[in-house]
């Protein structure tokens, strides 16, 4: 998709320090940490927002939470970590391709 930073680190145009990739998603270090570690994950099916998924799409979603689920150790997660959806403006959604934080490496504070 033009001008998607998230598309152009998919394409190597933009540099990133990836983790992890397959066929359907990407991981990548976020440019400016919000925790000790910060990662996104992204799947490489460009769209917005949760609303524009369809069934292809949910199933892929599902599919991306069980990887995560599976690479956390590998990612340094052993101890937990936070997912994090932003969607749309009150939440401050700034790349409008979807993705999840992935927050961890310390103690998360809640309140
Ligand atoms: P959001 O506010 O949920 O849309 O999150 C977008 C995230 O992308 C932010 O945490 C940014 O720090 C991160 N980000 C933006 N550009 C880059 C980049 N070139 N490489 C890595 N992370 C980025
Ligand atoms: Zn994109």
Redesign the pocket.
């Known amino acids: 998709m033009e001008n998607c930073?998230f598309c152009k680190?998919m394409a190597g145009e933009?540099p990133?320090t990836k983790v992890y990739e397959d066929e359907e998603i990407v991981i990548?270090?976020?440019?400016?940490p919000?925790a000790k570690i910060?990662l996104?994950c992204v799947p490489r099916d460009h769209f917005a927002l949760l609303s524009e998924a369809d069934d292809a799409r949910a199933a892929l979603l599902g599919r991306t939470l069980k990887k995560i689920g599976a690479l956390a150790p590998s990612l340094g997660l052993s101890d937990g970590y936070r997912l994090?959806v932003?969607q749309g403006e009150n939440?401050?959604?700034?790349?409008?391709h979807l993705?999840i934080?992935i927050l961890g490496g310390q103690s998360l504070p809640w309140e």
């Open positions: 930073v680190i933009i990133s990548f270090k976020d440019i400016e919000k910060h996104l994090v932003n939440a401050g959604q700034t790349v409008h993705h934080h």
